[in-house]
């Protein structure tokens, strides 16, 4: 019977529009939610917002996969590690298949077979046992005779320690030796008195005794493995005072009241606060002993002190210097980092009057022996004004806070340096650059004919001027070499331009003689015909300007290089030209010793001297180098 | 037995250690004996360690279990350990851990049901003996399943518990227990300390067990109980207990409660109104140590519900701190059985002072439960620590573990922090302690259960034929 069946029989029409429509339900079984997803449905009132809340059903049990279920089997075996009786048999579950358990199938069921080969313990393996020392009768009465220990005691000591592997604490814990030959007679008291209090430091000491000889009568010391050469020797050396010593201060370190650890821990603290203060202070100390090492390298840098610009400038060097420092301090201080504009010493252009010569002067050789120091960053900035003209003191806060925070870190071993490829640097110049490039500015700032010289003496020597393979340290190496080369053929020059000189003087002196002669022969012939005049001293005066002309021109040459480094030099040129005029007479005596009042580029007036004495600088400086 | 439970087929790696070979592991204690299988988590028998003696006529009979310690003529409540928590009574001993074994251990036997008593009419009275046919009754049935059950007997290896300071005749007497009474293939007797730290998974590990008859701190060093360090009081839940009942004698009005079984009914009552009960009628009288046992019961169920240790800073006895204790926490309620109730305030922290300070114990203890300075839990925790070498100090106050049931009450842990912390102030202190009151409980238990499942404990077991080469002293050779 359907419902229109039973609307047919109490006639209502089949239709059902008097019927109300069935109201949709909408407050179904609504989940009592909580918190926010309550506040959420409500949102939408007697509407429900169509929010199906998450039901987490089960998964459904995959039956199909479902493997029937292991068979386990209560198994006997044995355990070969056991020492007095291996026959134990104890049993444990198995699971049937497994290693040492055949499928019952194929086991005889009636169990009337000969007895199966039993299965060992898996954790048979695990029983391990310390080695104590052994020895006979006769080895111990040989080596092992100890007034105040017997072989009875010994024994009982070598046997506990084996029974409890070592572990002092035990052995100490359970030592309770009783002598048993004096027991027999029943002498009672003289069981009391020979039976000794031992502490677990007496016990140590004669095992370690024990041990060391027993090594040392196996093996003579010195043809032990040094493994064991060195465990013989802590065992050797084992003082059982230091130890009763030791274990009296930790006593009484745990037996301390609550203000003496209180007090200790911020002892050690302090400690540890001054530690690391001394280790800065030392770090400082030695940087100043650098820089004041410095002047003793060279006789030269006192030279330069002799003069008053030089004093103006060591003056403006040490304060920027200290200036730099202050800032430094201030910003550690602030934790900011102001870009304070160092102000730069002015004369300091003048110090960097020859490129080369700069990096011999300020470079110290110390660069990277004190990279990592915070105060190496300070010579960076005293140098950096020379070469750009003004620096940021920025740059140098953050080399030094660099540096600063290099110092927490671990410091590295020359050898690892090398090994990790570190390299210290006072400033990186933005970019990549190729290492060729800074090669082929070796060369580029030479002229033509210098250029020559030094590819022909590299060819010489058979290495091509474009290296092969131009890796930093063949690169420095290769650096200093064009170095050592312009020296060299620096002094070259100044030998060829001597010898020269030399030969002038000679054919001079040879003329003169020449004349003389004549004119000796010829006042002679004169006395004899009646006197007769010759001029010689403009032949003389030619060959001096010759000698001359070389030297002004390379003079020229650093004077505009001078110039172009912002010298302020160039009133004093005409002065120094006009003096190297005057000094040109001079310089036709060999110059010896002439670099002790010299330094070069420092002085205007002294330029012309400079000129010659350059290379003999250079030399000196190479050979207090050597 | 717990390997079939293992919900995965696979067979556990060699990394997991355990190699189960269904061993019994029993535990003697003063108060509780309890009994189950390795490789279980908890005890399957918990049995107090009395026992009911009904002196008859002719001869007195020993019954055993739990459910047979009720009020009736000539009951006697006995208990096989000494006050020592060692064991004394030599012949009941076996005869208690066999019946606990057989009745609570093992599957229930098949009876033939004429005898099974299932369809016997119940009797009114109590005087029948029927129900109490247990151990030497009713063994006349069930031949078969008897000899499997010895046969069980025979198979499996039994782990006993000792107390620390257990003498060596004692020990001797359990590996005969078991292997001349029981046949077991193995035996093995291990000390509570040593397999407290084993549950707790501390191989070194200063352990304080605050059972019922004894308070004990040991220290365990790898495994070993350090004996220079063993140090015992009776500050436990017995001293506990006579702590409660001075309390009650010195409460005013004195509180004299009336055991569970004397009540026939009661009325419900204001709080320190007087009771209003009616007495139950028993038409015997009752022995003097089955009322004993059954007011301890009722002070056990005190020490639960209100006693609780003051928690410091200041000890409880310090000049206000009483006030505090008195204005500042709240009060318990605690309903005798009788009805009657009472609030109970800062008095029930002075119950358990006396553990730390033994000048706080209360005026009233009778004599021979007083304690002296040197018993108390701070003082033996100093006397241990000082009978050891110096170097393990610092690890054993790391690794200290708490065990016995009496550890449960309310405040135990932090107070004996405070304690320790005050004792070695230099030290990092770290109490360990089962947040399970069940692993608290049956701490040894527990150990022994994980002990004797161990693949690696395997070749350790005194075999049947080492005992029968060596004689009962192997015990003491071999398990040190
Ligand atoms: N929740 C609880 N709070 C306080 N005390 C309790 C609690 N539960 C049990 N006790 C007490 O603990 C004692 C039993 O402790 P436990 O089972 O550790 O002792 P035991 O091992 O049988 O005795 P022992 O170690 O001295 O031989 C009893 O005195 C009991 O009153
Ligand atoms: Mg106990």
């Known amino acids: 019977m359907t419902s229109l069946d039973a609307r047919d029989v109490l006639g209502i029409p089949a239709d059902g529009s008097s019927r109300p429509a069935k109201k949709v339900k909408i407050s179904a079984p609504r989940q009592s939610l909580k918190g926010l997803a309550r506040e959420v449905q409500s949102l939408g009132g007697n509407n429900p917002i169509a929010i199906v809340p998450a039901t987490s059903t089960f998964k459904k049990r995959r039956l199909g996969s479902r493997k029937p279920a292991a068979r386990w089997k209560l198994e006997p075996f044995k355990n070969s590690a056991r020492e007095g009786d291996s026959s134990l048999v104890l049993r444990h579950w198995k699971r049937v298949g497994e290693l040492g358990v055949p499928p019952p199938e194929e086991q005889p069921e009636n169990g009337d077979g000969e007895p199966q080969e039993l299965e060992d313990s898996a954790f048979a393996k695990f029983s391990v046992q310390v080695q104590v020392p052994q020895y006979s009768e006769d080895q111990y009465n040989s080596n092992l005779q100890n007034s105040d220990w017997t072989k009875e005691e010994t024994d009982y000591l070598l046997h506990l320690s084996c029974d409890f592997d070592l572990r002092w604490s035990i052995i100490w814990d359970r030592y309770d030796y009783k002598p048993h030959a004096l027991d027999e007679n029943g002498d009672g008291m003289a069981l009391v008195l020979t039976r000794k209090e031992r502490d677990i430091d007496d016990l140590k000491a004669r095992y370690y005794e024990v041990a060391a000889k027993m090594m040392a009568a196996q093996t003579p010391v010195t043809y032990m493995p040094p493994q064991q050469q060195h465990l013989h020797n802590v065992m050797a050396n084992y003082s059982a005072e230091k130890e009763r010593a030791r274990r009296k201060f930790a006593a009484d370190t745990l037996s301390r009241s609550k203000e003496e650890a209180k007090e200790e821990e911020s002892l050690l603290l302090e400690l540890k606060r001054i530690d690391s203060r001394a280790e800065q202070l030392n770090e400082q100390r030695k940087d100043l002993y650098d820089r004041l090492d410095y002047p003793a390298t060279g006789e030269g840098d006192l030279a330069a002190l002799k003069t008053s610009s030089g004093l103006q400038q060591l003056l403006a060097t040490l304060s920027s210097v200290d200036r730099t420092k202050k800032n430094r301090k201030s910003i550690q201080e602030n934790g900011t980092s102001p870009n304070v504009q160092t102000p730069v010493p002015e004369s300091a252009g003048g110090y960097g009057g020859h490129g080369r010569r700069d990096s011999t002067v300020s470079g110290h050789g110390h660069r990277d022996s004190i990279g990592g120091d915070s105060a190496a960053a300070t010579p960076t900035t005293s140098r950096a004004p020379a070469k750009k003209g003004s620096v940021s003191a920025q740059a140098a806060v953050t080399a030094a806070a660099a540096t600063a925070a290099q110092q927490e870190r671990r410091r590295l071993t020359d050898m690892e340096e090398i090994v990790y490829g570190v390299s210290h640097h006072d400033r990186l110049t933005g970019g990549a650059t190729f290492r060729y490039e800074k090669i082929n500015k070796l060369f580029s700032h030479k002229s033509g004919q210098q250029q020559q010289r030094i590819t022909n003496v590299l060819a010489e020597l058979g290495i091509p001027p474009r290296l092969q393979m131009p890796t930093g340290a063949v690169v420095s190496r290769f650096e200093g070499l064009i170095g050592h080369v312009n020296t060299l053929l620096d002094s070259r020059k100044l030998s060829d331009k001597l010898d020269a000189e030399l030969k002038t003087e000679m054919a001079k002196k040879q003329h003169r003689l020449d004349m003389e002669e004549r004119a000796r022969k010829a006042a002679e012939e004169e006395e004899k015909k009646r006197k007769k005049e010759v001029g010689e001293e403009g032949n003389e005066s030619a060959a001096a300007g010759e000698g001359e002309g070389e030297g002004s021109k390379d003079d020229d040459q650093k004077a505009q290089t001078g110039e172009k480094n912002g010298g302020n030099e160039s009133a004093s040129k005409a002065t120094s030209e006009h003096q190297a005029g005057d000094a040109a007479p001079a310089g036709s005596d060999p110059p010896v010793k002439q670099e002790v009042v010299s330094r070069p580029g420092s002085s205007g007036q002294k330029r012309s001297v400079s000129v010659l004495s350059t290379v003999d600088d250079e030399k000196a400086v190479k050979r207090q180098k050597k | ?480």
């Not at chain 2, 439970?5 to 070979?21: I, R």
Request: glycine fraction near 8%.
């Open chain 2, 1 to 480: 037995m717990a390997a079939h439970n293992l919900t995965s087929t696979v067979q556990p790696s060699d990394v997991y250690g355990g190699d189960e070979v269904q061993a019994f592991v029993l535990d003697p204690g003063y108060y509780f004996t309890r009994a189950g299988f390795a490789g279980e988590d908890a005890p399957k028998a918990v049995q107090p360690s009395f026992y009911a003696r009904i002196n008859g006529a002719d001869q007195p009979k020993d019954i055993y279990g739990e459910q047979y310690l009720i009020p009736r003529e000539n009951l006697e409540v006995r208990n096989y350990m000494t006050k020592d928590s060692i064991v004394e009574d030599w012949d009941t001993a076996p005869k208690f851990w066999e019946s606990l074994i057989r009745n609570q251990l093992l599957p229930p036997r098949q009876v033939a049901p004429k005898q099974n008593g299932l369809n016997d009419i119940p009797r009114e009275d109590q005087e029948g003996d029927v129900e109490m046919g247990d151990s030497n009754g009713a063994d006349k049935t069930g031949d078969t399943a008897e000899d499997e059950e010895l046969k069980l007997f025979e198979e499996s290896p039994l782990l006993m518990t000792e107390a620390p300071w257990n003498t060596t005749k004692n020990r001797e007497k359990s590996i005969e227990m078991a292997m001349e009474g029981w046949g077991c293939p193995a035996f093995w007797i291990s000390r509570t300390p040593t397999l407290v730290s084993f549950a707790a998974g501390k191989p070194t590990a200063l352990i304080i067990d605050v059972g019922a008859a004894n308070a004990s701190v040991v220290a365990v060093h790898d495994g070993h109980v350090l004996k220079r360090s063993i140090q015992k009081s009776p500050v436990g839940g017995l001293w506990l207990s006579q702590q409660v009942q001075a309390l009650w004698e010195g409460n005013d009005p004195k509180v004299e409660p009336v055991p569970f079984f004397m009540v026939e009914n009661k009325a419900p009552v204001d709080a320190g109104a007087p009771a209003q009960y009616t007495a139950r009628k028993l038409g015997f009288d009752i022995s003097e140590t089955f009322r004993a046992y059954e007011d301890e019961r009722l002070r056990t169920e005190f020490k639960e519900s209100v006693v609780e240790v003051w928690r410091g800073p200041t000890r409880f006895m310090m000049p206000g701190t009483e006030e505090i204790a008195r204005n500042q926490t709240p009060g318990r309620v605690f309903e005798f059985p009788d009805g009657s109730n009472h609030m109970w305030r800062e008095t029930r922290y002075r119950v358990a002072e006396g553990m730390w300070d033994d000048t706080a114990q209360l005026p009233n203890t009778p004599d021979e439960w007083k304690i002296s300075a040197e018993q108390t839990l701070s003082s033996l925790i100093r006397n241990c620590l000082s009978g050891v070498d110096v170097d393990l100090r610092p690890n054993l106050l790391g690794n200290v573990v708490v065990t016995g049931a009496s550890t449960l009450i309310n405040g135990f842990n932090d107070r004996l922090n405070i304690e320790l912390t005050q004792m070695f102030p230099g030290l990092k202190i770290r109490i360990h302690s089962a947040g399970l009151s069940s692993e608290r409980r049956f701490g040894a238990w527990v150990g022994g259960s994980i002990l004797s499942s161990l693949g690696t404990f395997h070749q350790m077991w005194i075999s049947r034929k080492e005992y029968e080469e060596n004689g009962v002293n192997i015990v003491e050779k071999r398990c040190k």
